[in-house]
């Protein structure tokens, strides 16, 4: 007899989407910001996908972290609530007007939790009970509004968080959740099959698990029991214990790397194990030996295509006393770029990257399937996109692959790309939705830098050169 047991992750999203909102202005949209400004008349909003945590499982904890980038006074303490939305809403639209700024019909009336802000630094709130509806379907996931409540000390309500537009990747938005996997569930058709095998006594737990690490993409599997113990070696004295060890395969690219990273409880992160390069029709087959005998291990899959792309981190959990572990039939998710992610209306761009040969790789747009392609010999794929019908604003895409059998991966990362206003957004330097003379002044010092990679960041028309074409088109687009 096995008891069932449940495995426990904790993973860290970047934002799906930030800016913030002004009653002052109701109808201005300030979702390319760079922060988040946020103050008696000024709320912010931020929103995560969190669709790589399994159904089912049970949240334990939930923080979400913002950075406060400048503070109106230092002497001051202000009281900021995470107040759950209940209206849809996209960085490049959101306004104080729309979808509008009502209490109780566009946000909750009560916050999640309140926190105290007075200096420059991080700040968290406890959102597990939101995170909890959002995971088991109860309500939708629209993130949080950041609303002002009232001061402790001091009269100066103004803070400005950071935005995953800001320069500084340690000042965007996050949030870190804890769960526990469901005990049982059935796995999706898209999942990889895991068998283990360890001696009758020890009691392997029998579980789906599904996992991810960080913001990456999630891999599910199943565990069974062994009926049998495994051989023992042999040599020297007598017999003994084989070494715990653990192997992955499946599909990925051709010419791409798989690398497997493992951990234990504690450690702090995630330690390359082993590394190989894939056969030419994409599948692979890696094996780790070595595992100590008390410990359970946390073990991840990165896999990098020929130009140095990868999807995320494919994470599985090694439980303890299971001798050999075995996760098979991996299908790996493709990876996709693009041309640009800043684009102009009226345009056609391609999005493209690398799958298993054959496979047919499937676009989703901003969550509606928009096209497909099928990866040819050496598993490269493209598909061309056309902006015309896309509104201005921030966009996000993904895509999958499918085999002849119909059995299909993961998602991908979600990419995020602008479709501006500007005619030549490339012109934008400093990212601030318009071209003055402060993109002028980066222009000039790119302009006259010694290094030509430097230089090559004023490629206006993008032929990978320096020219006075480039001169001519930032001349252009600026607003004098």
């Known amino acids: 007899m096995y008891v069932p047991v449940a495995f426990a992750e904790t993973q860290s999203f970047t934002?799906?989407?930030?800016?913030?909102?002004?009653?002052?202005?109701?109808?201005?949209?300030?979702?390319?910001?760079?922060?988040?400004?946020?103050?008696?008349?000024?709320?912010?909003?931020?929103?995560?996908?969190?669709?790589?945590?399994?159904?089912?499982?049970?949240?334990?904890?939930?923080?979400l972290t913002l950075v406060a980038t400048s503070v109106g006074s230092a002497s001051t303490v202000k009281n900021y609530g995470a107040h759950r939305i209940l209206a849809d809403w996209a960085d490049g639209t959101v306004t104080w007007n729309t979808p509008g700024s009502t209490a109780g019909t566009h946000f909750a009336s009560s916050p999640a939790s309140t926190t105290a802000v007075s200096v420059v630094g991080s700040y968290t709130w406890d959102v597990a009970g939101d995170v909890t509806s959002f995971v088991d379907g109860s309500v939708t996931n629209y993130g949080w509004r950041i609303i002002w409540s009232s001061n402790t000390s001091g009269t100066n309500k103004q803070v400005d968080f950071g935005t995953k537009e800001n320069g500084?990747?340690?000042?965007?938005?996050?949030?870190?959740?804890?769960?526990?996997?469901?005990?049982?569930?059935?796995?999706?058709?898209?999942?990889?099959?895991?068998?283990?095998?360890?001696?009758?006594?020890?009691?392997?737990?029998?579980?789906?698990?599904?996992?991810?690490?960080?913001?990456?993409?999630?891999s599910s599997f199943e565990a069974l029991p062994s009926t049998s113990a495994p051989s023992p070696t042999t040599g020297g004295g007598g017999g003994g214990k084989p070494p715990r060890r653990v192997i992955f395969s499946g599909l990925a690219y051709p010419d791409s790397t798989v690398e497997i990273l493992r951990k234990t409880a504690d450690d702090d992160y995630y330690k390359p194990a082993e590394r190989t390069t894939l056969a030419e029709d994409g599948s692979f087959s890696v094996e780790y030996t070595g595992l100590t005998d008390a410990a359970a291990f946390l073990f991840a899959l990165r896999v990098k295509d020929r130009e140095g792309n990868d999807t995320g981190i494919l994470a599985f959990n090694v439980p303890k006393y299971v001798e050999v572990w075995t996760v098979k039939d991996i299908l790996v998710p493709p990876t996709i770029s693009f041309e640009q992610f800043t684009m102009t209306k009226n345009a056609v761009t391609k999005i493209a990257g690398f799958a298993t040969p054959n496979h047919t790789v499937e676009l989703e747009l901003d969550g509606t399937t928009y096209g497909a392609a099928k990866a040819d010999a050496s598993g490269f794929w493209t598909i061309a996109m056309d902006t015309t019908y896309l509104a201005y604003g921030e966009h996000s895409a993904r895509v999958r692959q499918v085999a002849a059998d119909g059995s299909a991966s993961n998602f991908s990362f979600t990419r995020v790309f602008e479709l501006s206003k500007l005619p030549s957004p490339k012109a934008d330097l400093n990212i601030d939705a318009t071209v003055d003379i402060r993109d002028w002044s980066i222009f000039l010092f790119r302009w006259g830098h010694k290094d030509e990679g430097v230089r090559l960041q004023n490629d206006m028309n993008g032929d990978g050169a320096i020219s006075i074409f480039d001169f001519s088109i930032f001349l252009q687009a600026m607003k004098m």
């Open 168 to 218: 500084t990747a340690a000042n965007w938005p996050s949030l870190t959740v804890t769960y526990t996997f469901p005990s049982s569930s059935s796995a999706p058709a898209s999942s990889s099959d895991a068998s283990s095998s360890a001696p009758a006594s020890s009691a392997p737990p029998s579980s789906d698990i599904s996992s991810s690490v960080g913001s990456s993409v999630a």
């Open 15 to 63: 934002p799906a989407g930030d800016s913030y909102v002004q009653s002052g202005s109701p109808n201005a949209n300030n979702g390319s910001k760079i922060v988040m400004d946020a103050s008696d008349t000024r709320d912010g909003l931020v929103r995560f996908d969190i669709g790589a945590i399994p159904s089912g499982a049970t949240i334990t904890s939930a923080t």
